[in-house]
């Protein structure tokens, strides 16, 4: 079992997982919730366990039962406040690629432009 906090455009997320984050499988798991692009810093499974407590024994359990993939806490506030730093292992680094996923995964194309009254590009100069 793996204990990630993961840095993405969106809020920190602490994520648990049966394999490393490396792996294809927890990879389309985290493109399909939104997250293709991130920084993941590994945390120790035992201090995490020993801080969320019940909440960590309901992921493990979900985990055991053969979920891949779990979100323990998506509260960057809460995550800052229980897991110091020092504990973070060595950064991995994804940059998002769109033939890496799953088509599944893919955001559906947008074929429409903008209309006539809509405000123009910004121009940088």
């Known amino acids: 079992m793996n204990a990630y906090v993961i840095f993405s455009s969106q809020e920190p997320a602490l994520v648990v997982t049966r394999h490393p984050i490396r792996n294809d499988v927890i990879l389309n798991q985290l ?3 939104g997250i293709r692009k991130f920084i993941a810093r590994e945390v120790p499974v035992p201090q995490v366990r020993s801080r969320y ?3 960590f024994d309901v992921i ?3 985990l055991e039962k053969g979920s891949d ?3 323990l806490d998506f509260s960057g506030h809460r995550i800052f406040q229980n897991l110091p730093f020092s504990e973070f ?4 680094c994804r ?3 769109l033939t890496e996923f799953d088509p599944a995964c893919e955001p559906p194309r947008v074929t429409s432009r903008p209309c006539s009254g809509s405000v123009p ?3 940088f100069g």
């Open 31 to 33: 493109g399909r919730i």
């Open 121 to 123: 590009p910004a121009v």
């Open 60 to 62: 493990e359990n979900a």
């Open 53 to 55: 407590g019940r909440q």
């Open 95 to 97: 940059e998002h690629t």
């Open 69 to 71: 993939l779990r979100v």
């Open 89 to 92: 292992g060595p950064a991995y």
